[in-house]
């Protein structure tokens, strides 16, 4: 069995006016994988993924990366631990109006000083990496185009070169197809697969539909009002899992 690269512990999060997000949830993640988490909007897929990179604070309980405890770490370390954590995005995130080649570069900012950062001086081997890196998605054509040129599934691509640019251990993909449609869902997720597969680079990914989870998960894990309800393989989930995770009334969307 693979070791474990992130270990979620009794993680808790309240929002301001009481919202509990997230209600103790424990989690082992184990190198290699490609876990989904699914579940109803507002069942806390995105608070727990947010809250794995402190881009959401825990109220309480601990996320450990390789033994690091991230949510203790102080702001430079916190720095150095998300150099290995890249991050896919809902809605993309790119600077709409930059090029697709600066938007991806962006995802070396953590490995080069602020004043680089800012001036966008990067090495000539980051370039190449980064048209390495678009190329691996499918776009290099697509490099010195504006970001807003493109469609929504070429953007998101974009946001998965960008992720690369880390040299990252660990994806965190949040929500990253609900802009999507269907063929266009699988051809982004098809792309966070060969890197899993290809590049053994552990995947966690929110998924909103069922029948993309069952195709693309090694392991499912279900929230419900922000608690963990299921921790298992695709194929367990059937129509009396299905209705506990979804409610009665949800439509059964790739269940046999």
């Known amino acids: 069995m693979n070791g474990a690269v992130l270990e979620i512990r009794n993680l808790t999060k309240v929002y301001e006016g009481g919202v509990l997000a997230l209600d103790d949830v424990s989690l082992t993640v184990r190198d290699g994988e490609f876990l989904v988490i699914i579940g109803l909007s507002g069942s806390g897929k995105s608070t727990l993924m947010r809250c794995i990179n402190r881009l959401v604070e825990p109220t309480s309980g601990q996320v450990l990366y390789n033994g690091y405890d991230i ?3 102080p702001p430079e370390e916190l720095r150095r631990i998300r150099r290995k954590i890249g991050m896919v995005f809902q809605h993309f995130n790119l600077v709409t109006r930059s090029t697709v080649l ?9 490995y080069v000083s602020n004043l680089a950062g800012v001036m966008h001086r990067f090495s000539a081997d980051d370039l190449a990496l980064a048209m390495r890196n678009l190329e691996r998605v499918g776009i290099a054509e697509k490099a ?6 493109l469609s929504g599934g070429q953007q998101q691509r974009v946001g998965i070169a960008r992720a690369l640019m880390q040299e ?3 994806m965190l993909a949040d ?5 999507l449609d269907p063929a266009t ?8 697969e060969l890197v899993n597969r290809e590049d053994g680079i552990t995947v966690m990914c929110n998924l909103h ?7 693309y998960a090694t392991r499912i894990v279900a929230l419900k009002a922000g608690r963990l309800i299921f921790d ?3 194929g367990e989930i059937d129509r009396d899992r299905f209705r506990e995770i979804y409610g009665q009334e949800a439509e059964e969307v790739g269940v046999d």
């Open 71 to 73: 949510t203790a770490a």
């Open 209 to 215: 539909f069922l029948d993309l989870a069952r195709r």
């Open 185 to 192: 869902s699988h051809s982004v997720l098809r792309y966070l």
């Open 232 to 234: 298992g393989q695709p």
């Open 102 to 110: 600066t938007n991806v570069l962006s995802g070396r900012l953590g």
């Open 144 to 149: 010195y185009a504006r970001a807003n040129e």
């Open 168 to 170: 990252p251990e660990l």
């Open 175 to 179: 929500e990253p197809v609900s802009a």
